[in-house]
């Protein structure tokens, strides 16, 4: 990896064009402008890593990022008693992932009813969110209007809780909140996709299977765009194998095959499916871990099932060479550095069909007799599927899913 310290033709032109920005403007970090400055940064941080051709220049180019928050976290800090520079200074431990300190930082500025305190709310909320204090998120987002000049914001938080939130009722209201502002507000057509995806969900974790595939069927229909509809037949695949019974997992290999118990003895499988090529199936490997125990303590067997990408890397091995070299001693090296110890097979496109997988990652709950029960698509559903499958309650999963039916209540 190269050493991020080194300056780069990309970071001199980053701090270059931050200088002049403050010269020009006749501004310091203290007259209100930090959070603009900073998100000039941050979209050009994003261009660049549009352009980037490879992992190792993606990975450069995340490391001088870091480095310049980190010197602008500095100049900030010279005028920490300022509302702007606090908020802008929350933010920046935002995008470094220090999320207790970034509520340390907007603690002060959670009450009025200035604009600039409405968004330090709706930081404090994402930075909520984000450490999995969803009830506190919840409040907290109860008691905040939409700020001018933030309302894709704040709408994508209500998304962001509604997929999240542990309160059913909660998250209907929130779901059907959001999708009521997508139709007057075209700035977050975007997102509707999401919206509709979120909708099925919770009619799926209602037992009403057949509103939920009706919702996806048109909302795929109505889509304009192929991206759109790749995010809706992600969720759909899955939900029309609910009741059914499992198709065989046949592997291409085991990188740490199963040990002990076979899934097929126990009480059910908890199947997950992802790629290492995958932001958010990489960041759920602890959440995976920390499954285990409590599946194994009801007698859940635990498989994951890996696809070998080529567009992602690691500091360590880059993916495209255990791509290309395909075996299996360096796919084992690759899962060990990530930490990985549970059951993990090799599967190919043809496994992902059989299961309806078309988006990462995946995962399933098949019961002690084959059956499909439950599933979850995206990291954002993760945890509830959690909560049902490895709850002390026998009825954890889906009525519906559970008996395998079909409810005929209509589209709302």
């Known amino acids: 990896m190269p050493n991020p310290r080194r300056l780069s033709i990309h970071r001199i032109v980053g701090l270059l064009a931050f200088a002049l920005i403050l010269v020009f403007s006749g501004i310091d970090c203290g007259r209100g402008q930090d ?6 940064r941050l979209q050009q941080h994003q261009r660049q890593l549009r352009r980037a051709r490879t ?5 450069r180019l995340q490391a001088e990022f870091h480095l310049d928050l980190e ?9 920490p008693d300022r509302e702007e520079s606090r908020l802008t200074g929350a933010k920046i431990h935002m995008l470094l992932r220090r999320y207790d300190t970034a509520l340390a930082w907007l603690e002060p500025l959670i009450d009025g009813d200035s604009p600039l305190r409405a968004r330090a709310r709706l930081t404090s909320v994402s930075a909520l969110i984000h450490l999995g204090r969803m009830r506190e998120a919840a409040a907290l987002f109860r008691r905040t209007g939409v700020p001018p000049g933030d ?10 809780l509604s997929e999240t939130v542990g309160d059913p009722a909660l998250r209907h209201r929130l779901g059907e909140a959001f999708m009521r502002a997508t139709r007057t507000r075209p700035k977050l057509r975007p997102l509707v996709p999401r919206g509709l995806r979120n909708l099925a969900d919770i009619a799926k974790e209602e037992g009403r299977i057949s509103t939920a595939i009706a919702m996806l069927r048109r909302g795929i229909e109505q889509a304009r765009r192929r991206g759109d509809r790749d995010i809706l037949q992600a969720y759909l695949q899955p939900l029309l194998r609910l009741g ?61 099932c890996i696809q ?8 360590l091995t880059p993916i495209h060479r255990i791509g290309r070299d395909g075996s299996l001693t360096r796919s084992r090296r690759f899962v060990e550095r990530m930490g990985i110890d549970y059951p993990l097979a090799r599967v190919d496109h043809q496994t992902l069909t059989r299961f309806g997988v078309q988006g990462y990652p995946t995962v399933f709950f098949i019961d002690e007799d084959g059956i499909i029960r439950d599933f979850a698509v995206s990291d954002l559903h993760f945890d509830r599927f959690v909560d049902r499958v490895s709850g002390s309650g026998e009825d954890a999963t889906p009525k519906s899913a559970a008996s395998g039916s079909r409810d005929s209540d209509p589209i709302p």
């Open 35 to 40: 959070t603009n400055l900073l998100e000039r």
């Open 55 to 59: 992992d190792g220049e993606r990975m």
């Open 71 to 79: 010197e602008m976290l500095s100049a900030i800090r010279q005028s």
């Open 151 to 160: 309302e894709i914001a704040y709408h994508e938080l209500m998304l962001r």
């Open 244 to 304: 059914q019974t499992a198709p065989p997992l046949r592997p291409v290999d085991w990188v740490f095959p199963p040990e002990g118990m076979e899934p097929s003895n126990g009480k059910g499988l908890v199947l997950q499916f992802w790629s290492t090529g995958c932001p958010s199936c990489r960041r759920l490997i602890p959440r995976i871990k920390a499954l285990r125990l409590p599946l194994s303590r009801r007698g859940i067997g635990l498989v994951t």
């Open 308 to 315: 070998i990408s080529d567009r992602y890397g690691d500091d």
